[in-house]
C-alpha cells in the first residue's frame, strides 16, 4: 500500500510540476522579472498566512482524522479558517506593504477551505482523491487563467490571483460533496478536540514556520537589497532547484498518512528507510541533470532577464539534497507525534539563515542568498539526521541503491 500510494502521488505531484512549469514560463515571459518578483512576493505572504491556518487544518487534521469524530473537526477546522484568513493579512502587511490585500484575505480563505478536504483525505488514507484534487487545482487555475487573458482579454497581474480564488473555490465545493457523502457529517463544537488539535498543530507548525523562514526569509532580505527584479531573477532558480522536492514530497505524504495509521515502531523505522533510500538517489539523478543543463536554456525558456537562473541552481543544490532527504525524516517524526527535534533543527537553521542573510545578501545579492540558504539547510538537516540515527543503527546503505536492494524494492513498488 505504501509503495502503491507513493507511485499514485509521485505521478499527480510531477504532473502538477510539469503544469507548474508551465505557468513559471508565461508569468516570466507575460509579465517580465518584476511581475514573477510580485507574485514570489504574494505567495511567500500567503504560505505565511498557511501556516498559522495549519495549526489547526494541517498535519494535525489529517492526525486526527481517524481518531476524532469528524464533525467536531469540520466544525473547528472552518471556524478557524475564518478567523485566521481575517485576521493574519493584516499582520502580513507589518513586514512590507501589500499592494493586494484584499486578494490575500481572498486566496488565504479559500487555499485554507480547500486545504481542510484534502487533509482529509489524508488521514483518511484515501491518497487517490487527495492527488486528485491536487492535479485538479492546478488544471483548473490554469484554464481560469487562460480564459481571463486570451477570451476575456483581461491581461492584467490581478488575474493570477482571481484564477487561484475561483479555483480553490470551485473545488471546495466538489471535495465537499465527496466527504459529505462518505462520511455521516454532524457540526458540533467541542474545546476538547479544539485542544487536541492545537496542541498537536502549533507543535507542528512552530517547525514548519521557522522552516518557512529558512525557506523564504532571503525574499524579504532581497526585496530591500536588488528589488522586485532580483527577487523575480532569484525565485525562479528557487523554483527549478526546489521543484527536486517533488519527489521528496510526494514520498513524505504518503510516508505520513501511512506511520499515523499504524502503531509498529520497527514498520515505521522500515518504511522511513526505504523512503530514504528512494528520495536520496532520485534527488541526486535530478540535480545532476538540472546542473548539465547549459545557461542558455533557462534564457530561451524564461527570458532574457533571467542569464543568472543556473548560477542560483548551482549554488542551491548541495541544500537542496540536504533538505529532500531530510524530509524524509521529518515526517517520520511528525508521524509519531515527536516535534521537539523538529524544532530544535529549523530554530537551529533559521538562526543560521538570519545570519547568513544580514551578512551575505547586501554584500553579493543573489549569490549571497544561495550561499546563505544552502548552508543553512545542510545544518538543520545534519541535526535531524543525528538524532533519527540515534533511534536506529546507521548504515551508509540506508542512502545508496545497491544491488541486493533491487529486489526488494521491485517488489515494494509493484506490489499493493
Not at 471546495?172 to 479544539?194: A, L, Q
Request: with cysteine; net charge positive; charged share 10%.
Amino acid at each position: 500500500m505504501f509503495a502503491h500510494n507513493f507511485l499514485k502521488t509521485i505521478f499527480s505531484k510531477f504532473f502538477i510540476l510539469f503544469v507548474n512549469f508551465g505557468i513559471i514560463i508565461f508569468t516570466t515571459n507575460f509579465w517580465g522579472s518584476e511581475g514573477k518578483g510580485l507574485i514570489s512576493l504574494f505567495i511567500a505572504d500567503l504560505t505565511i498566512v498557511s501556516f498559522f491556518s495549519s495549526i489547526i487544518i494541517g498535519s494535525s487534521l489529517s492526525y486526527f482524522t481517524p481518531r476524532e469524530d469528524i464533525g467536531k473537526i469540520l466544525t473547528l477546522s472552518y471556524i478557524w479558517t475564518i478567523l485566521i484568513s481575517m485576521i493574519v493579512p493584516f499582520v502580513v502587511i507589518l513586514i512590507h506593504f501589500q499592494d493586494y490585500l484584499i486578494y490575500l484575505f481572498l486566496v488565504s480563505f479559500f487555499f485554507s477551505l480547500h486545504t481542510i478536504n484534502t487533509n482529509v483525505f489524508v488521514g483518511k488514507e484515501n491518497i487517490t482523491a487527495y492527488n486528485l484534487y491536487q492535479v485538479l487545482q492546478v488544471v483548473l487555475f490554469v484554464l481560469i487563467l487562460l480564459l481571463f487573458i486570451y477570451v476575456l482579454k483581461i491581461n492584467s497581474i490581478e488575474t493570477y490571483f482571481i484564477a487561484q480564488i475561483l479555483s480553490y473555490a470551485i473545488l471546495f465545493i466538489t471535495s465537499s460533496f465527496k466527504i459529505f457523502k462518505t462520511n455521516e457529517i454532524v457540526f458540533k463544537y467541542c474545546s476538547k478536540t479544539f485542544s487536541k488539535l492545537f496542541i498537536y498543530g502549533w507543535k507542528s507548525q512552530l517547525s514548519s514556520f521557522m522552516q518557512f523562514l529558512n525557506y523564504r526569509l532571503s525574499y524579504y532580505f532581497l526585496l530591500s537589497a536588488t528589488g522586485l527584479s532580483g527577487l523575480g531573477i532569484y525565485s525562479v532558480g528557487v523554483a527549478f532547484s526546489e521543484a527536486i522536492w517533488t519527489i521528496s514530497r510526494s514520498i513524505s505524504v504518503t510516508l505520513y498518512s501511512r506511520i499515523i495509521n499504524i502503531s509498529e515502531k520497527s514498520e515505521s523505522i522500515r518504511n522511513t528507510k526505504i523512503a530514504l533510500k528512494l528520495c536520496f538517489n532520485l534527488t541526486i539523478l535530478f540535480i545532476i541533470v538540472i546542473i548539465i543543463l547549459p545557461s542558455e536554456f533557462y534564457t530561451f525558456i524564461f527570458g532574457k532577464d533571467f542569464s543568472d537562473v543556473k548560477q542560483t541552481v548551482i549554488l542551491l543544490s548541495p541544500g537542496i539534497l540536504s533538505i529532500a532527504s531530510s524530509n524524509i525524516i521529518g515526517h517520520y517524526f511528525s508521524g509519531i507525534n515527536q516535534f521537539t527535534i523538529l524544532n530544535i533543527k529549523s530554530f537551529i537553521g533559521l538562526i543560521f539563515t538570519i545570519i547568513g542573510s544580514v551578512i551575505l545578501i547586501p554584500a553579493y545579492g543573489i549569490v549571497g542568498a544561495c550561499i546563505s540558504t544552502s548552508i543553512s539547510y545542510f545544518i538543520s538537516s545534519i541535526i535531524l539526521f543525528i538524532y533519527f540515527y540515534r533511534k536506529t543503527q546507521f548504515s551508509i546503505s540506508d542512502f545508496f541503491i545497491i544491488k541486493s536492494d533491487i529486489p526488494s524494492i521491485k517488489k515494494s513498488l509493484f506490489n499493493k
